[in-house]
């Protein structure tokens, strides 16, 4: 399979996350600030001095994006902007056998939310992507924390699964993982067990 991205980053340092989309990095001996959008907690990454990837963006409260992190000998890729551009790629080659696609459309509403896709394969699909990049040994998982956002994304497709085909895809950008597995005791409803069973 031929390279999906190719992202030109600038190495640099994890110093400390500031709030949910700031993390505080060394670039060349200084102290910037990166964008992170990735609302995870990534607590295994967000660690002081970890080697991570930023590139440069248009300046606004910060002048960088983190993409991502170092994990063994590769990064893991936390940035869900390039996930989405991965998946779209895959798309356009054709690359996952049971999803034949003509196109798309971003951003749906479905009753409340915006939800990622809406595929046309030919028939209307509605698709939400997650990011699964906790690693337990060599297994993903998502999420790794409790989602308010998440949670409302499930049950809008639930609500809807019976007139649509609905699909949650969870992208593993993690090197050398070999499984996934939903994160019940982070999150029990988007983990997949019953609201009720709480």
């Known amino acids: ?11 640099c340092k994890i110093v400390k996350r500031i709030d949910r989309f700031v993390v505080e990095v060394e670039i060349d001996g ?6 992170i959008n990735n609302t995870g907690r990534l607590k295994e ?49 054709k690359a996952i056998p049971w999803l034949d696609c ?9 009753n409340g939310s915006a939800i990622d896709y809406l595929l046309f394969c030919p ?3 509605y698709l939400e992507v997650k990011s699964a990049a906790m690693r337990i040994g060599d297994t993903a998982m998502c999420p790794d924390c409790p989602t308010q956002r998440g949670r409302r994304h499930v049950m809008e497709l639930v609500k809807v699964c019976g007139k649509y085909t609905t699909y949650i895809l969870f992208i593993a950008a993690v090197p050398e993982v070999k499984a996934f597995r939903p994160n019940r005791e982070a999150d029990p409803v988007v983990g997949g067990t019953s609201p009720s069973s709480d």
């Open 45 to 93: 990454y967000m660690v002081n001095d970890r080697k991570a990837y930023c590139v440069r963006i248009k300046p606004r409260k910060t002048g960088y994006r983190i993409f991502a992190v170092k994990d063994g000998k590769d990064a893991a890729l936390i940035d869900t902007q390039l996930q989405m551009r991965a998946f779209e790629k895959c798309l356009e080659l």
């Open 30 to 35: 200084k102290i910037e600030k990166a964008h």
């Open 123 to 125: 028939e209307p699909i």
């Open 102 to 110: 003509m196109n798309f459309k971003r951003n749906q509403r479905v």
């Open 1 to 11: 399979m031929e390279q999906l991205l190719e992202v030109p980053g600038i190495e």
